[in-house]
T-cell receptor, first 116, second 112 residues
Framework: ETGVTQTPRHLVMGMTNKKSLKCEQHLGHNAMYWYKQSAKKPLELMFVYNFKEQTENNSVPSRFSPECPNSSHLFLHLHTLQPEDSALYLC???????????????FGEGSWLTVV | EDQVTQSPEALRLQEGESSSLNCSYTVSGLRGLFWYRQDPGKGPEFLFTLYSAGEEKEKERLKATLTKKESFLHITAPKPEDSATYLCALSGFKAAGNKLTFGGGTRVLVKP
């Protein structure tokens, strides 16, 4: 079993649909992240949750709505997306957020999203 | 602002042909420098964390080194299974929390 599990692995949705991405971490970590990876671009941080509280929103459009019910689960709710939102969405976790040393971040396999 | 630049963008190697990947960075106080491997269609897999200049870490055919301005990932006698994109990222003290700044990656192809 991998440390960070994402479902679904692939998702195709229309611009008027509502869907959700799910992430679960089995590492006992307290911080969880959503990253976006588009072709030819470096990974972009979207959201950070630390002990279930959102601590970072990296100017993400409101059509992306995160939810963190507990330290092990993270969701990304998607609605009225645009074709340019098609990308690989990566969930990640780390022991904590905001400590003095560099916490290692562990990534899931990602969810490939195609908006048509 | 923290910045990470990786070079080259792509690298084609023959099996057994050793080489090095470069990660140049600027940061106001380094909290940690990270190397990841990413296979096509998958999430990044953690390789190494380096915290201070002079530090080195090894794993199988990979060795990561760090200076005050750059990090190198040395691949010794690579095999085809080492083909992947290698990502460098850093966390700086001035960035909020644990925020990572990623480079664009180096795509490595090792031919048999």
């Amino acid at each position: 079993e991998t440390g960070v599990t994402q479902t679904p692995r692939h998702l195709v949705m229309g611009m008027t649909n509502k869907k959700s991405l799910k992430c679960e971490q089995h590492l006992g970590h307290n911080a969880m992240y959503w990253y976006k990876q588009s072709a030819k671009k470096p990974l972009e941080l979207m959201f950070v949750y630390n002990f279930k509280e959102q601590t970072e929103n990296n100017s993400v459009p409101s059509r992306f709505s995160p939810e963190c019910p507990n330290s092990s689960h993270l969701f990304l709710h998607l609605h009225t997306l645009q074709p340019e939102d098609s990308a690989l969405y990566l969930c990640a976790s780390s022991q904590a957020y905001g400590t003095s040393s560099g916490n290692t971040i562990y990534f899931g396999e990602g969810s490939w999203l195609t908006v048509v | 602002e923290d910045q990470v630049t990786q070079s080259p963008e792509a690298l084609r190697l023959q099996e057994g042909e050793s080489s090095s990947l470069n990660c140049s960075y600027t940061v106001s106080g380094l909290r940690g420098l990270f190397w990841y491997r990413q296979d096509p269609g998958k999430g990044p897999e953690f390789l190494f964390t380096l915290y201070s200049a002079g530090e080195e870490k090894e794993k199988e055919r990979l060795k990561a080194t760090l200076t005050k301005k750059e990090s190198f990932l040395h691949i010794t006698a690579p095999k085809p299974e080492d083909s992947a994109t290698y990502l460098c990222a850093l966390s700086g003290f001035k960035a909020a929390g644990n925020k990572l700044t990623f480079g664009g990656g180096t795509r490595v192809l090792v031919k048999p």
